[in-house]
């Protein structure tokens, strides 16, 4: 929600400082402040390859250039650039969700021709329509009063791509559906105050920077959290280590026979699986937060309590992922006979490791797929705090529970608790 809500604050606190009289920027300062943001919005789409921010960029400016092309830079903008914000009001908003619904396809040609395709053909449009008209009919738009209320399309058309742009973030959670929702917002302040100018040029600068922004709350959040689970990952991890302060637990998590999982069913069910335990994880009890370290390995922090305090909570999840089964069709399906064997003859032999799998899998009970974790649990000693040793401590108390027969919790302090181990379905 944060990636929703940040952005969201920056550019009303830019509405109110600027309605407020607070700031009052130059128009040289705010043009920099517009080809600042943009270029450097480029580059960072280009540097982690974003072709949907790249685009939104081009638009955004593509937008702002004929606006202020066709309305000669004056204000109030005359009827070639009345039109010409009627048209980008419809054209931006169309053109934003687009590339909400786009997938990131790198720099390559066919991946950016189609974009290079719609923009051409808008602009020209836009060039088709905004042509100047006699002078008498462009006076009389002119006196129309301004700002002029925008026209009920171009105020449908935000709206309808603003509510389409936060159900899919609220679907998602992805900074760029964040990125182009507020970018539209301010595109819209900016058409509302006319398009051209001291106040919609701020407005502009502050869509490119907001683009650009969401670049860096991606790559931020590609570092921190694990892209596969969602969970924060293993940098998270250390960087909360740096945070803690004695008394806290940790809990070493690792799931059973995983590799035997992933043999029997195929990599792609081991990571439905992994997403299965890590919401198990997420949900913990005892106000303990979870981290993925690395493949089937996990880590849970809590802060400010000691082990005592926790095996309850750590027994709760350990019989929560033991509970929790996942639905799988393959080898229910193939338990059926399909008839006499058609493969070549010659070929045939070469399945030998696949059909030791898939014997595995006949062999299953069931198609629901379960699996269970063992855990290590330690906490910080009062005269060294170091997490470093924990964590050794919750490893070596990890592997003891391996040792023991799995599915079960130890601890790195007497009094320890054992769970009694019940195999895993796949076991
Ligand atoms: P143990 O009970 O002793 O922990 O046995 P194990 O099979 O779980 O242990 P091991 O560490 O040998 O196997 C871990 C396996 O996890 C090996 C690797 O193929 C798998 N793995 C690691 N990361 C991923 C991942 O992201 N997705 C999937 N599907 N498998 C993964
Ligand atoms: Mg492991
Ligand atoms: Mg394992």
């Known amino acids: ?48 390859h974003s072709t949907r921010i790249f ?37 931006l908003p169309l053109d934003f969700v687009l590339l909400s619904f786009e997938k990131e396809q790198g720099f390559t040609v066919p991946s950016l021709a189609p974009v290079g395709l719609l923009l051409f053909v808008e602009s020209v449009m836009v060039a088709v329509l905004c042509r100047p008209e006699p002078i008498a009919a462009a006076l009389r738009a002119a006196h129309r009063g301004f700002p002029a209320p925008l026209a009920f399309a171009t105020q449908l058309a935000f709206a309808a791509a603003a509510v389409i742009l936060l159900i899919r973030y609220l679907l998602f959670h992805k900074p ?9 917002a301010a595109s819209f302040l900016a058409l509302r105050f006319g398009g051209v100018g001291r106040i919609p040029s701020v407005y502009f ?9 969401s670049i860096v709350e991606t790559s931020y959040l590609l570092a921190y ?28 998590v690792d799931i ?20 299965m335990v890590a919401a198990r994880l997420a949900r913990v009890s005892g106000g303990g937060e979870a981290y993925r370290c690395g493949g089937e390995e996990f880590a849970i ?17 350990r019989a929560d992922i033991e509970a929790s089964t996942l639905h799988v069709r393959g080898p229910e399906r193939r338990r059926e006979t ?38 290590g649990v330690a906490t910080s000693r009062r005269d060294n705090p170091s997490a470093k040793e924990v964590i050794e401590a919750a490893d070596k108390a990890l592997y003891r529970a391996k040792a023991a027969g799995r599915n079960r919790i130890e601890t790195a302090s007497a009094p320890r608790r054992r769970v009694r181990a019940k195999s895993a379905d796949i076991a």
């Open 176 to 184: 760029v559906e964040s990125g182009l929702l507020w970018a539209l």
């Open 338 to 375: 399909r008839g006499p064997d058609r493969r070549n003859p010659r070929t045939r032999g070469r399945a030998q490791t696949g059909r030791a799998i898939r014997q595995l899998a006949r062999e299953t009970p069931s198609s629901e797929i379960s699996v269970t974790a063992s855990m």
């Open 55 to 91: 685009a939104a960029l081009v638009m955004l400016f593509l937008a702002q250039q004929a606006i202020n092309y066709f309305s000669g830079g004056h204000v109030p903008p005359g009827a070639p650039g009345m039109k010409a914000l009627a048209a980008i009001g419809i054209l």
């Open 225 to 252: 959290h694990d892209e596969l689970t969602t969970l924060p990952s293993r940098r998270a991890f250390h960087d909360a280590l740096l945070r803690l302060e004695s008394p806290y637990s940790i809990a070493m």
């Open 1 to 48: 929600m944060k990636t929703l809500i940040t952005p969201g604050i920056c550019l009303v606190a830019v509405a109110a400082l600027l309605h407020t009289g607070v700031i009052a920027p130059s128009p040289a300062l705010v043009s920099y402040a517009f080809y600042g943001a943009w270029i450097a919005g480029l580059l960072l789409a280009w540097r982690f």
């Open 256 to 275: 059973d026979h995983f590799k035997r999982c992933n043999d029997t069913y195929g990599h792609d069910t081991g990571d439905q699986v992994l997403r």
């Open 205 to 213: 600068a502050s869509a490119a920077f907001l683009l650009a922004g």
């Open 301 to 317: 922090l809590f802060s400010g309590k000691t082990t005592a305090q926790v095996v309850d909570d750590l027994e709760k999840l």
